[in-house]
Structures are given as structure tokens and as C-alpha cells.
């Protein structure tokens, strides 16, 4: 009986662990699935969100946006998702984007962040992750790797889509196997519909401009808040009082420039205090020709501002 | 024998001085500390995460991110309060600056563009933003001008480089310095004027042309003899470098040429070439290295029988390293190594240089000026080593001269364009040989004026 009793307890054990060793990978594997990424900052109607798994719903500011949730503006709509790595998407009017990978060790700084987009209008502004392994966006006809950064991704309405750099660099795959980076900022690249890249070019501010407006507030609206911030709230930690920095010559510069000017006029002191010396006739040359030199350059010898 | 009651009122200064030096100290440490309790950044925004709507919070994240020179998490932060209040111009402006910072001046246009549109925006922050877009839209044209000129009036305690001791060597026999040589303290009127010019290619690398002129005259007011002028120019082309993970990095080749004269008469001439690079290593931290090389033709007095500027070709290799300690704070240090090759052997020498400076943004005391202003001290040190005596001074022993300079600058601009200047350095040469030992205090205070 024994010998009976225990193949089964150590069945029945075996079931359970098998049971819990299967439990413990579902609750692994929905953890995963809903490991969050980020939250919710700013959402104007209609903006809804969509978790994998789950149902369309409206984005709230301070919600969590998990891995592989899709993001999605309408109409006037507007959204802004900041990530734990200090990344952020800033969605305009009538976009889609699906964040299909984001990991992020706070200790090391470092992680992983993809997403795609496939429709409207997105500035990812850069965080941790993107500072130290990079992010990558991929769309239906490029894939474009972005190192630090801020970056606009612009579809037009005949789903060309305009990659702008505004700091760091991009580097752009097009589907049609052609490469391009974008290291300067203002400067953008078209993506044809078949995947071809365009030569870089500067792009006009009025059209940045337009992306700009399809991804700010508008007038009216408030972001999702109750209670917006007021100026006056930034005011008072020193928003806004920043000027613009003093551009006045180095004071290396300043001196060396003024310095050789005095190194010139030495050479003549060095005559005139000869001149006052009444034996020096009879000892040297002519004293116009007697120059005492002085301990500095030539020219303008400051190593801080040797660029000329 | 000093009085019972002076002691006392000399102890009381003592314990005064004392009093406040404590003072400032523990507040220093106090602030410190503050500083210390204050969360990591990280931390910091982690908390603006859990709590969207704690926007003081938030604000002061933002200016920290600004001040830790972090624009991009600045601007995070900042364009999330704009989304809750499109009306925001002092976050406007301030997502513009840190755009701006970030060299991405098309979007920092947008930003100030912005505030200005909007008439409820204070005149103080237009005035802010107004000088702001100038400066960034100027950064788009293809074409750039940049100006920035001083002029007034210059104190020097020793305008006549009279030696320490008021004697020098004349083959090898001391004389005393007499007469008007001995007459130190000189004012003069001075000029300065440093003109750039860029022809940007708009390319993806970022090549300019850059041409830099650079004038200096001043006028004596009683030492006519003294008065000086020298023009400067260069040319070159600034190249970007593809060096990866170094966006901006460039080199730039360049040819300059000049003249100056003294005394209202012809003095010199030179022409030369050099190279240097631009490599930023990282956002704060950027290293210059380069290499300079002039020919100098010494046309009045060339037959001089010792000097610095004696004909002859002068050679200047070094690097320096600029280091953005914080938003305002910008550190400098260079090091270089020249070498002097005169045509005579006792017009040959080498040395090396080492100078560090310290420029400091800070608020100036009015908030209707639109620049900040900066205070920028700095120490300089050379060792000029000859390597042949002269005859005509010391037939025995070759010249070892160390050059000490310490100063600084003070500007303070009125308007966007207009400011005044103030100079101040004290310089000294000790030699082996006495000719050469010479101190000088210049004090030069002027207006400024930059476009």
C-alpha cells in the first residue's frame, strides 16, 4: 500500500507543482504584458488607449500605459506619454502609436524603447534610454534609430512621412534598403511611401510650425486637468527668468587681444629708456635700434583663444 | 601704545568680521544642505509621475533640470504644464531657452514666437523672448554677422614697462632707468573691435565659412609714443568631422594675416596658418586642440637687437578644454607649447603656457535687461626660455623669463546691444635678467556694444 500511497502523493506533488509551476508563468507572462511604461500626462478629446488584451479607453491623465498599449488621438485630440526613463511622446491630431517594447533599469540608466507609428503627427522628446542603447520608432516604411534626441515624425496626407531632427542624431532604414543619418539639428528627411529616403534638407519653420500646432493644447482645452497651472505657479521657481547669456569676449581673449597691443608699445619703452641713459652713445648702436623685449606673444598667444 | 577703547573697538571689528564670516559660512552649509535633502532628478521626476498635478513640484523640477543642464527633461516637464494651459508663456519661453541650449533653434523660434504673439505676455518676458528669437533666428540664416566691439579708457600703472628694480643691462652694465621713461602711470583711450562673419552651407555636417576680424588702437594721453594699432584677419573653412557619438565635431583650417603699428608708425607685419579642432566630448565638456603658425616681418626697429617681435617665424600647439560646470558656469582651461625661431640665435626661444578662466552668468539687479551678465576671472602663466645670450644686453647669461597674469572682466549689458565693460589684470615678468622685471596694473572700464 505504501508503495501505492506514494506514487500518488508524490503524483499528486508533482501536479501541484506542475499546477503552480504553470500558475507562476501565466501571472510571469501577465506581468510582463502589463509591465508598466509609463503614464498618461496629458490627453485632449478624443484621445483613448488601448492595453493589450483589453478595451479601447480614454486617456486619462495619470494613467499607466503598459507595453504594447496603443495610443490614439481623433479629431482635435491631443496625448503625451512619459515614460519611467524619462522619455516622452507628444501625439497631435489624429495619430496612432503602439509602444511595443520598453525596458528600463533606473539603476544602470539603460533599457530598451521601441514603438511604431503609423498614422498623424508624434515629437518624441529623448530620456535615459535613448541617451545610452538608443530607441528605435519603426513605421510601415522605415525604421529609424534615434540616439539622445528630440525627434518630429510628420505624415502628410499622401502618407509620405518627414522625419525632423531637433537634437541628437537619427538614423534612418528605409524598407527599400536605402540609409541616411540626420545629425544636424533642423534638418529633415522625407520617407516615401515605398520606403525610399530623400536627401536631407533644412525645413522651413512654417512647416514646423504646423506640427507644432497639431500637437499643442489648443485655446479651450486643458490637457485633462481640473485645474490647470497658472504662470504665476512658475514664476514663482524662476519659470521663465532665464536670459540670454552674455556674449562678451572670454576675458583670456579680452587681455591677449589688448596684451599684444602693450607688447608692441614695450619695444618702444625699451628705445626710450635707453635714450634716458646718457653713456649709451658710446657703448651701442644707434638706440632706435635698442628694443627691450617682453614675456608674452607675438601674437595673440592665449591658448583659450587661439581659434582665430 | 594703542588706547584701551581702540582694542576694544579693534576686537569688536575683529569680532564683527568673525561674526559674519561664520555667518556666510553656515549658510553656505546650510544651503548645502538644503541642496542635499532635495531628490535626485530621477527621483524627482518620478514623483511628477505619481503626482501629474503637483505642478509646483513640477515647476521646480524644471528649473533644477535647467540649472543641472538637462534641457531635456526641462522640457518635458515644461511642455506638460503648456498641455494643461496653453497660456503659459513663462513655460513657453523657458521650453524655449532650453531648446535654444540644445542648439535646436527651430524649435526654440516656435516657442518665442509664441509668447510674443500673445499680448498678455509682460513686457519684462517679451522683452526676454524678443531677444531670444533675434538670437536664434539669426543662428538659421545662411549669412551671420556677429559684432562686438568696447571702447574708453585704460589706466596702467606701468605704461613705460619700467623694470622692478629701474636699472637694465646693456652688454652686460647696469644703467638706471632716468628721465620721462621713469613716468609709469599712463591713461589712454582705447578701441576694440571683433567682427565675425559665417557662411553656413546648410549642410547636414554643419560646414561654415568663417572669417573673423579682430582691431585694437589705443591713444595715450600724454605718452603719444605709446599709441598703438593692429588689424587682424582670418579665413577658414569650418568642416564638420563624422566621428561617432561627437555631433559637432569639427575642424577648421584656416590663413591669417595682420599688421600693426606704433607710435603711429609701421611696425609689423605677419602672416600665418593654423588648425584647430572642435571635439565635444560630451554635452558639458569640449576639448581645442590646434596648431598655429606665424610669420612675423618687423619693419621699424628690425634691426632691434632683442625682442619678442623680432623677425622671424612663431609656432603655437595647445589645447583647450571647456567644461560647462552648470547652466551659468562655464569652466576653461588650455595649455599650450611655442616656440620662437628669430633670425638671430638670441631671438630663439620656447616655453609653454597654462591659463584657466572661469566665465559666470548671473542675473543682472533690473529685470527689464534681456541679457544676464557675466563676471569672468581668470590666471594665466608662461615660461619664455631663450635659448642663446643676448650680447647686447648680457653677453653671459641667456634670458628665463615667467610671466604671471591675474585678472578678470565684468560685463554688464544696459540693453540687448549696448553695456559697459570694466577690465582689470595685474601682470608680472620675473627674469633672471633685470631688463625684463616688470609689473603692471590695467584697469580699463568702458561701454560695450555686441549685435
Redesign the interface.
Same mark, same amino acid.
Given at each position: 500500500m505504501k508503495t501505492q500511497v506514494l506514487p500518488r502523493a508524490l503524483r499528486s506533488s508533482v501536479g501541484r507543482y506542475v499546477v503552480a509551476v504553470v500558475a507562476a508563468a501565466i501571472a510571469l507572462s501577465s506581468q510582463a504584458v502589463a509591465q508598466k511604461a509609463g503614464i498618461i500626462a496629458s490627453a485632449n478629446p478624443s484621445a483613448v488607449t488601448t492595453a493589450p488584451g483589453g478595451s479601447m479607453r480614454t486617456a486619462t491623465v495619470g494613467a499607466d500605459v503598459v507595453m504594447r498599449e496603443k495610443l490614439e488621438t481623433k479629431g482635435e485630440g491631443t496625448l503625451q506619454v512619459a515614460l519611467l526613463d524619462q522619455s516622452m511622446f507628444n501625439l497631435g491630431s489624429n495619430s496612432s502609436v503602439v509602444i511595443d517594447e520598453f525596458v528600463y533599469n533606473p539603476s544602470a540608466g539603460a533599457g530598451k524603447l521601441s514603438a511604431t507609428m503609423t498614422k498623424g503627427v508624434m515629437r518624441f522628446v529623448g530620456g535615459q534610454v535613448s541617451h545610452t542603447d538608443g530607441a528605435t520608432i519603426k513605421t510601415p516604411t522605415a525604421t529609424i534609430g534615434i540616439r539622445g534626441g528630440v525627434v518630429t515624425f510628420a505624415y502628410d496626407p499622401k502618407g509620405n512621412l518627414l522625419v525632423v531632427l531637433h537634437y541628437g542624431s537619427a538614423a534612418l532604414n528605409g524598407i527599400s534598403g536605402t540609409h541616411a543619418m540626420l545629425t544636424r539639428p533642423g534638418f529633415g528627411i522625407i520617407v516615401g511611401t515605398n520606403g525610399v529616403l530623400g536627401e536631407a534638407f533644412l525645413v522651413p519653420d512654417s512647416l514646423i510650425q504646423q506640427w507644432v500646432n497639431k500637437i499643442e493644447t489648443k485655446l479651450g482645452q486643458n490637457g485633462g486637468v481640473a485645474t490647470p497651472p497658472t504662470d504665476a505657479q512658475g514664476g514663482r521657481h524662476g519659470i521663465g527668468d532665464p536670459k540670454l547669456p552674455d556674449v562678451a569676449l572670454p576675458a583670456t581673449t579680452f587681455f591677449s587681444i589688448v596684451g599684444r597691443g602693450d607688447n608692441l608699445a614695450n619695444g618702444l619703452a625699451g628705445s626710450k629708456q635707453l635714450n634716458s641713459i646718457p653713456p649709451l652713445a658710446n657703448v651701442v648702436p644707434p638706440v632706435q635700434q635698442v628694443v627691450r623685449p617682453v614675456p608674452n606673444c607675438v601674437t595673440s598667444c592665449s591658448v583659450l583663444s587661439t581659434k582665430p | 601704545m594703542p588706547r584701551r577703547d581702540e582694542l576694544t573697538t579693534t576686537g569688536s571689528r575683529y569680532l564683527s568680521a568673525a561674526t559674519a564670516g561664520a555667518a556666510v559660512l553656515l549658510g553656505a552649509f546650510a544651503a548645502t544642505q538644503a541642496v542635499a535633502q532635495e531628490p535626485s532628478l530621477?527621483a524627482a521626476?518620478?514623483h511628477?509621475?505619481a503626482h501629474?498635478?503637483d505642478?509646483?513640484f513640477?515647476?521646480?523640477l524644471?528649473?533644477r533640470a535647467?540649472d543641472a543642464n538637462d534641457p531635456?527633461?526641462a522640457?518635458?516637464v515644461?511642455?506638460?504644464?503648456? /498641455? $494643461?494651459?496653453?497660456?503659459?508663456?513663462?513655460?513657453k519661453?523657458?521650453a524655449g531657452?532650453a531648446?535654444f541650449r540644445? #542648439?535646436?533653434?527651430?524649435?526654440a523660434?516656435?516657442y518665442f514666437q509664441q509668447v510674443l504673439a500673445d499680448p498678455a505676455a509682460d513686457a519684462d518676458?517679451r522683452s526676454?523672448a524678443d531677444?531670444?528669437l533675434s538670437?536664434a533666428q539669426r543662428q538659421?540664416l545662411q549669412s551671420r554677422w556677429?559684432v562686438?566691439a568696447?571702447t574708453g579708457v585704460?589706466y596702467?600703472s606701468n605704461?613705460?614697462?619700467?623694470p622692478d628694480g629701474g636699472n637694465?643691462l646693456?652688454?652686460g652694465?647696469p644703467?638706471?632707468?632716468?628721465?620721462?621713461?621713469?613716468n609709469k602711470g599712463a591713461w589712454s583711450a582705447?578701441g576694440?573691435l571683433?567682427v565675425g562673419h559665417d557662411y553656413d552651407f546648410?549642410n547636414?555636417?554643419?560646414d561654415v565659412f568663417e572669417t573673423?576680424f579682430?582691431g585694437?588702437a589705443?591713444e595715450h594721453f600724454k605718452l603719444n /609714443? $605709446?599709441n598703438?594699432g593692429?588689424a587682424?584677419l582670418?579665413l577658414?573653412p569650418k568642416l564638420?568631422l563624422?566621428i561617432a #557619438?561627437m555631433?559637432g565635431a569639427s575642424i577648421?583650417p584656416?590663413v591669417?594675416g595682420?599688421a600693426?603699428s606704433?607710435?603711429n608708425s609701421y611696425?609689423?607685419s605677419?602672416v600665418?596658418a593654423?588648425v584647430?579642432a572642435h571635439l565635444p566630448v560630451s554635452q558639458t565638456v569640449s576639448i581645442?586642440p590646434?596648431f598655429?603658425w606665424?610669420r612675423?616681418d618687423v619693419h621699424l626697429?628690425a634691426?632691434?637687437?632683442?625682442?619678442?617681435?623680432a623677425t622671424g617665424n612663431?609656432y603655437?600647439t595647445?589645447?583647450?578644454v571647456s567644461w560647462q560646470l552648470a547652466?551659468?558656469i562655464v569652466l576653461?582651461v588650455?595649455?599650450?607649447y611655442?616656440q620662437?625661431v628669430g633670425q638671430r640665435i638670441w631671438d630663439r626661444f620656447d616655453g609653454a603656457?597654462?591659463?584657466t578662466?572661469l566665465?559666470i552668468?548671473f542675473?543682472?539687479p533690473i529685470d527689464s535687461?534681456?541679457?544676464?551678465?557675466?563676471i569672468?576671472?581668470?590666471v594665466?602663466y608662461?615660461t619664455?626660455n631663450f635659448s642663446n645670450p643676448n650680447p647686447?644686453v648680457d653677453p653671459l647669461n641667456a634670458?628665463h623669463?615667467?610671466?604671471y597674469?591675474v585678472?578678470?572682466?565684468l560685463?554688464a549689458?544696459i540693453t540687448?546691444n549696448f553695456g559697459i565693460?570694466i577690465?582689470v589684470?595685474y601682470?608680472k615678468?620675473a627674469?633672471n635678467i633685470s631688463?625684463?622685471k616688470?609689473k603692471?596694473v590695467?584697469v580699463?572700464v568702458g561701454p560695450?556694444f555686441?549685435y
Open positions: - | 530621477p521626476y518620478n511628477t509621475l501629474p498635478t505642478y509646483d513640477a515647476f521646480a524644471a528649473h535647467s531635456e527633461l522640457i518635458n515644461l511642455e506638460r504644464m503648456v /498641455a $494643461y494651459n496653453p497660456k503659459l508663456n513663462r513655460a519661453y523657458e531657452v531648446y540644445l #542648439g535646436s533653434y527651430e524649435m523660434v516656435q518676458l526676454r531677444a531670444y538670437a538659421r556677429s562686438y568696447q585704460r596702467q605704461a613705460g614697462s619700467v637694465i646693456v652688454q652694465t644703467f638706471a632707468v632716468t628721465g620721462t621713461s621713469a582705447f576694440l571683433s546648410q547636414q555636417r554643419g573673423r579682430t585694437f589705443s /609714443a $605709446y598703438i593692429f587682424e582670418s577658414g564638420g563624422d #557619438g555631433p577648421k584656416y591669417v595682420g600693426a606704433v607710435g611696425y609689423t605677419d600665418g593654423g584647430v581645442d590646434g598655429d606665424r612675423a626697429l634691426n632691434a637687437p632683442s625682442t619678442l617681435l612663431y603655437t595647445g589645447a583647450s547652466s551659468n576653461q588650455g595649455g599650450s611655442h620662437g603656457t597654462a591659463e578662466s566665465k552668468d542675473a543682472p535687461i534681456p541679457r544676464r551678465w557675466s569672468a576671472p581668470f594665466k608662461s619664455y647686447f634670458r623669463d615667467r610671466f597674469a585678472g578678470g572682466t560685463d549689458a540687448a565693460g577690465g589684470q601682470a615678468t627674469s631688463n625684463y616688470v603692471d590695467s580699463s560695450t555686441r
